[in-house]
């Protein structure tokens, strides 16, 4: 008998069928419903987007004034998700914060157990319209100050950094915020879209999927880089004023150290894209106008140099996570605070893979090669 092959990782496996995203390696472009997502970052905010996601269309004009009178009716965070927040100790990680919230919103949603088309859809718009206001009250609490409450007066984005700095940003900055969303969206079968299919697959309800999902994403080989990379920046040292020129030969130097002792370093490499990140372009001309606005050149400096000495050294194109890191330094979020801005613009991708999956579902349970002790006995 021939031993089944295996496939570590799931690497170059096709599970599925998907019409929600298409990733092209070989072109090196990510499709939403057809659509290019450079277009989409450049003439659409993330309210079209998300509703392109879940209903496979853009909005007309009428269609998308009543999804903001929902979602915008939707931002206040209920009240049992503040006090589930306030019980947790400032020693968590927002990642752990974010999960709790969104498996307290579940537990707490009328229609928690309902996984109709109908309710799924609900819950998912619920879920995307309230969960900024989980990252900026988290963002908030850790500064020492008070909640700041949603205003239905302005968009997605616009609405997310009011609630986090209390005060209006700049159009410059929304634009820039709104990109990375947009951008952070929706990525076909990444590690943590299958974790939220999988969970989907048993028939378990969709916070539930989404719970599973953000444990996923946390972690450093995936949405936990966009984190990493801030640390990689911190532990070179940022200097304010510092010139490019002397900020990027520091970097290099430190990338060239970082790998000559194996280093792997965040930021850098994708299982799919092995030429570039379809993303990192579109992201990098935002970081390029937050650089210019914020006037923090050493910043570049310091980007450059790394991504020059890994290209010189090894060939490996920087990801998304690269370029989104030290944008949202620059904005003023907390590093840590990083990862949950990745789940909120996911929240979309996630749900429309969820209510895909659930429209055509299959238990998804793979097998394994046992190669453990033979067969023995208990004396
Ligand atoms: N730094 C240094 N070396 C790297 C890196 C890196 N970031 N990425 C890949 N390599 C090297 C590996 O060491 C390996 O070298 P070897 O053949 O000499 O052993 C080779 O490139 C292949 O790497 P794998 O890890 O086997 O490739 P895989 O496709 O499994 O990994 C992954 C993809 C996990 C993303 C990897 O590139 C990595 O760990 N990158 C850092 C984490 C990261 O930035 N994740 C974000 C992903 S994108 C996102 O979530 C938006």
Known sequence: MTEPEIHKGLAGVVVDYTAVSKVNSDTNSLLYRGYPVQELAGHRDMEDVAYLLWNGELPSAEQRTEFDAFERGHRALPKEVIAAIDLL???????DVARTAVSVMGASHPLAADNSVEAN??????LFAAFPAVVAYD????RDQAIVEPRDDLGYSANFLWMTFGEEAPPEVVHAFDVSMVLYAEHSFNASTFTARVITSTLADLHSAVTGAIGALKGALHGGANEAVMHTFEEIGIRKDESHEDAAARAKTWMEEALASKKKVMGFGHRVYKNGDSRVPTMKSALDAMIEYYGRDEILGLYSGLETAMSEAKDIKPNLDYPAGPVYHLMGFDTE????????????????HIMEQAASNSLIRPLSLYNGPDERHVD
Do not use: C, D, S, V
């Open 139 to 142: 963002q908030r609490r850790r």
């Open 121 to 126: 859809m609900e819950k998912a718009a619920t």
């Open 89 to 95: 100790p400032l020693t968590a990680h927002p990642m």
């Open 337 to 352: 605070m990083f990862t949950p801005l990745f789940i909120a613009a996911r929240i979309t991708g996630w749900t429309a």
